[in-house]
Structures are given as structure tokens and as C-alpha cells.
């Protein structure tokens, strides 16, 4: 009986892996019987960026990976421009995010982030028409040179005087969020101090991500099944979950009393966020509960967080690994706002370490004391081009290992064009990201803050590797000593 299963089995096995042999057209990996392709991603899981970028090489940037048998984790992988631009822009009603999407996306709720169709369309309009609104911009441009003088620069100063190294990554997640969310939902975590706080939504946040990336990696019934069951990383999601929620629905609830006793005049000049225009816009066609608020709060949150930070990580490591690249930074600055810094060349030489650490300094006061000077505002911060193209300059043409701002900037001296489906960082098509302006300005304001005043040593034997998650942060933090610039 044994024997006669056995062989059954293994003629069945045998059919179903010729099979899928034959439906799978343009296999990037070995197919092996019953894991399929994923026993070689899992050997080169310490790389793994690389590893797919070579695969991708050598099938001329489009392939079918095939996961364990009767799992569903079948995916095409492309990084062909013109697939792209098919998928994204030409063809966009065909390419849903979908109900399996949703479901692994959980937290989202109905939020942008997740939404199809009518639901997304009215979303999105709503959010584009807010997010044109001059008041909105002056917001945020007030917020974040307020951060950076009061938290991101005293708080780089504090670390140099003490001589401490820094996880310059974790300071600028911490900035991005706490101005997020100001600009959200009206309330500053205060991640950014001294004391580098564990703040409770931040972590949900963190944890959140984690989990989603998880349900990625494994088939859909183990996760449901450990939902069901609430252990492992679904537990830690579920707990991430009930932190925000609790902190969102006793916001909206504190606003809508704070609203109720307001005139339209008093709101319209109270301190502008989100959570306010969504609580009063009427757009007349869709209620705004308190569900829509949160899904809405908590996909604007996403959106606007890691992202910044992790672009600013990776900017500001090529930048301390290219001395020449720093100092035309530098320069742009300097001719456009007079700044009376000198020219160096080497890091080394137009920086310098105090020797006297600050250890009983009282933080507050000190905070205060440091909160003076001025950063440079979004109007100001459109004039430096090669700044910006030092921005762009990711992972970009033939050469694309090599650093050159100067490849996004035109002999006009404007920035080169390139078509969103191939420089895809902010998405394409429909979907393209409705913030993609404003972080630029952003980024631009902290960059040129913080490279105008400091220059980073980043700590020996450091390798940076971007972690394995939906947006590239870099794996271990960037830790490294920071040093004034000389002026
Ligand atoms: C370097 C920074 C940023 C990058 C790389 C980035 C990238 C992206 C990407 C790839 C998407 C498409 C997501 C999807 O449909 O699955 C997106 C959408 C979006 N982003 Fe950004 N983003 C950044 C900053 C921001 C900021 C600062 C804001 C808000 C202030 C923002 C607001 C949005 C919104 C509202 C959408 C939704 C668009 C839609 O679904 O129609 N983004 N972004």
C-alpha cells in the first residue's frame, strides 16, 4: 500500500513540476520540486538586493520567480522601464492593488495606500486639492525650519560636544516623523530630543512595517493562521495596531469636541493639520467618520515618514564618501546665500572635533540656547540645483555605481527631465506620489542645514546594507562621529 502511494505520489509530483515547468515562460531561478525557487533566494537572503539585480541582469530585466507548491507566491519581477510604463501608466485600470494586497496591507484600512477604484479616485482628488493649498505649504515650510533649529541642529551639536558617534538614521526618522505627524494630525510625538525617547506610536509604527513586510515572506495561511491564533509577529501586530488606534480615535475624539464648540471662523484660523480639514471639509459627496479619518491619518503617517529619511540616510553617507560632490554642495550654498564658510576640499581639513564634552549641560536650557540662526525656507532652498540633483542621483544610468550629480543637471542649468515610469522612486502614472515636491523641498531644507554646519566621520568598518523592507532604510543605522564645520 506504501509502496503503490508512494508511487502515485511521485507520479502526480512529477506531473505538477512539469507543469509549471511548462506555464513558467521566463524562469529567473531553478525550479526545484515542492520549495520551487525559493531555497536559492533564501541562500542569497544576505545580499539580497544584489543577488536580484544580477538575476534580473542576466534575464534582461524581467522574470517569473515561482514559490513553494500550492503556496500562490507566484510573482513577475521586472524592472524594464517599458513594463513600467505599461503597468503603471498605460494600462493602470488593469493593474490593481487587490483584495490580496488589502489583506496583507491590513492596517491601511480603506486609506489611499491600499484603495481601488471609485473609493481611491475620491480620496486621491481630495487629497491633491488639499494638498495645493498655500496654507498647507506655509505649514509645513514654518514646521520644519522650527525643527531644525530647535531639535535637529542642537541635537547634532549636543553629539558633537560630547564626542558621542550617532545614528544619524534615527535622527532623521525621528524628525520625519515628528513633523508628519505634526502635519497630520496636529501633535508633535517629540521623537527628536536629547534623550532619543521610545516613543509608543513611533514604535507601533516600526512594527507595523515589520509585520507587513512579514506577510510578504510567507504563505498567506501561515500568517492567517498565526493571526487566528494571535502568536509570533501577527501578535506584535495586532498590539502595533490597537497603540495606534487607541491614540488616533482619542485625537479625533478630543477634535471633534474641540470643533464642535468652534465658529467657521475660528477654525479656519486655528493652527493648520490634516485631521482638521478632513473633520470640516464637506465635500458632499462622502462622509467623513471616524474610520475614514483614521485610515486617511494613518496612510498620510506612512507616506510621509520613512521615506525622507531614508533618502536623506543614503544622500548623506555618498556625500561623506565623496569630498568633491560635499564641497560643490557647499558652494551652491554659499553663492546663492553668502554664507561666509571657507572652500575645503577634504572633510578632514575644514572640520573639526571640540574637545570639550558637554556632559552636565541641562538639555532643555540647552536646547534654547542652541534654537537661534536660520534655516534656509522652501523658496530659498529651490534655488540649489545641484543639491537637487544630488538628491535624484540614486541608482541611475550606464554608470550607474558611480556619484555624479552632474548627470541630472542640464547646460541651462536646470534639472534634467526623466519620465516617472523610469525614475519610478515616487511611483507613476495615476498613482504617482502627490507629495513628491514638498519632500523634495523638505530634504533640500535638512541637507543644506545640516551640511552647513557639519560634516560626519562615519564609523570604521561600517557597511551599509539597505534593510529588507518597503522602504530601503539602511540596515544597522548610519552611526558616526559629527564634526562642525569650520567657517
Ligand atoms: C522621498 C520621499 C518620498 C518618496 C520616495 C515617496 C514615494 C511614493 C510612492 C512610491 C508612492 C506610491 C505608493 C503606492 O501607490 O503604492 C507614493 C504615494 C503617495 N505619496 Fe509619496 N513619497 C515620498 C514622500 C511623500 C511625502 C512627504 C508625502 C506627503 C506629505 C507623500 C504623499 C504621498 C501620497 C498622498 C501618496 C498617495 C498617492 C495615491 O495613492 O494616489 N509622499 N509616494
Known sequence: ?????????????????????????????????????????????????????????????????????????????????LNVQHMLCKRFDNYVKGHDFRDIFEPFGDGFGAADDETWKYIR?????????????????????????????????????????????DVLVRFTSDNICLTTVGHDPKSLSVDFPEVAIEMAFRETEKSIFYRH???????????????????KMREAYKTFDEFIYALIASKREELSKCTKEEISEAPFNLLTVWMTEDEGLREHDDKFVRDSAFNFLVAGRGAMASTLTWFLWLVSKHPLVEAKILEEIRDNFKTNEKKNDDCGDHCFDEDHHNDNLDQEQYLKQSASGEAL????????????????EEIWGKDCLEFKPERWISDRGEIVYAPAYKFIAFNAGPRICLGKDLAFVQMKMVAAAILSKYCFKVVEGHVPTPTHSIVLLMKNGLKARIMKREV
Open 1 to 81: 500500500m506504501i509502496l503503490y502511494a508512494a508511487i502515485i505520489a511521485s507520479f502526480l509530483s512529477s506531473l505538477y513540476l512539469f507543469h509549471r515547468r511548462r506555464s513558467c515562460k521566463h524562469p529567473l531561478l531553478f525550479d526545484y520540486p515542492i520549495l520551487g525557487m525559493l531555497p536559492t533566494l533564501l541562500f542569497n537572503l544576505w545580499r539580497l538586493h544584489d543577488f536580484i539585480t544580477e538575476i534580473l541582469t542576466k534575464h534582461g530585466g524581467t522574470g517569473e520567480f515561482m514559490g513553494p507548491w500550492f503556496t500562490k507566491m507566484n510573482y513577475l519581477v521586472t524592472c524594464d522601464s
Open 125 to 169: 482628488n481630495l487629497l491633491r486639492s488639499q494638498m495645493k493649498q498655500p496654507r498647507l505649504k506655509a505649514f509645513v515650510d514654518q514646521t520644519v525650519q522650527k525643527k531644525i533649529l530647535t531639535s535637529l541642529l542642537p541635537i547634532l551639536d549636543h553629539a558633537q560636544q560630547q564626542g558621542r558617534v550617532v545614528d544619524i538614521q
Open 217 to 235: 515572506t510567507v504563505p498567506k495561511t501561515i500568517w492567517k493562521l498565526q493571526k487566528r491564533l494571535q502568536i509570533g509577529q501577527e501578535k
Open 377 to 392: 525656507g522652501m523658496e530659498e532652498v529651490t534655488k540649489l540645483v545641484y543639491l537637487h540633483g544630488a538628491l535624484c
